[in-house]
Antibody, heavy 119, light 107 residues
Framework: QVQLQESGPGLVKPSETLSLTCAVS?????????WGWIRQPPGKGLEWIGS???????YYNPSLKSRVTISVDTSKNQFSLKLSSVTAADTAVYYC????????????WGQGTLVTVSS | AIWMTQSPSLLSASTGDRVTISCRMS??????LAWYQQKPGKAPELLIY???TLQSGVPSRFSGSGSGTDFTLTISCLQSEDFATYYC?????????FGPGTKVDIK
């Protein structure tokens, strides 16, 4: 059973960089598949942030591309998200997820972690 | 980007009801559509992909249909555990986008 677990600071100051890590268990990232980040502002809908392949190739949402970096560490079986120059609008629950083998939908999700941007 | 609408945004129903949720695209996406269920404080769970294929482990009372621009999620006999918010997601073109959601609550 594939399991994903997000970790990182729950509070980030405006203009700073949000950093999260997703630890994967039950599956080796280096074996394949894309892995992604999705976020959900409180009381709102879902927004895809970007995804990464085990080789390191990435796809980012154009609306966030200038501020997003996703990286993978196959030795630790984890991948990470960095979002720079954050504002209050970046306050959200951040989920990591696996992109399904049959298409670009998400079949396994982490539980999510709330990141609040505030001074 | 492809824009998506869902209707209704709120659906009040009773256990045992048959409920239908609609998802409409701003352009055709063939059958590249997924449906998710999200309960409060929990991550979304995949219900259906490829518009009509049930994810393993999902009860058969859930079904999906449609292609092109119009899609439907149907719950044939609503159970207490089905009260939740439902999202559609298109994966036909980049960036991948989600609908605004339909909340199913108790009448």
């Amino acid at each position: 059973q594939v399991q994903l677990q997000e970790s990182g600071p729950g509070l980030v100051k405006p203009s700073e960089t949000l950093s999260l890590t997703c630890a994967v268990s039950g599956y080796s990232i280096s074996s394949g598949y894309y892995w992604g980040w999705i976020r959900q502002p409180p009381g709102k809908g879902l927004e895809w942030i970007g995804s990464i392949y085990h080789s390191g190739s990435t796809y980012y949402n154009p609306s966030l591309k200038s501020r997003v970096t996703i990286s993978v560490d196959t030795s630790k079986n984890q991948f990470s998200l960095k979002l720079s120059s954050v504002t209050a609008a970046d306050t959200a629950v951040y989920y990591c997820a696996r992109v399904a083998p049959g298409g670009y939908y998400f079949d396994y999700w982490g539980q999510g972690t709330l990141v609040t941007v505030s001074s | 980007a492809i824009w998506m609408t869902q209707s209704p945004s709120l659906l009040s129903a009773s256990t045992g009801d048959r409920v239908t949720i609609s998802c409409r695209m701003s352009q055709g996406i063939s059958s590249y559509l997924a449906w998710y269920q999200q309960k409060p404080g929990k991550a979304p769970e995949l219900l259906i992909y490829a518009a009509s294929t049930l994810q393993s482990g999902v009860p058969s009372r859930f079904s999906g249909s449609g292609s092109g621009t119009d899609f439907t999620l149907t719950i044939s006999c609503l159970q207490s555990e089905d009260f939740a918010t439902y999202y559609c997601q298109q994966y036909y073109s980049f960036p991948f986008t989600f609908g605004p959601g339909t909340k199913v609550d108790i009448k």
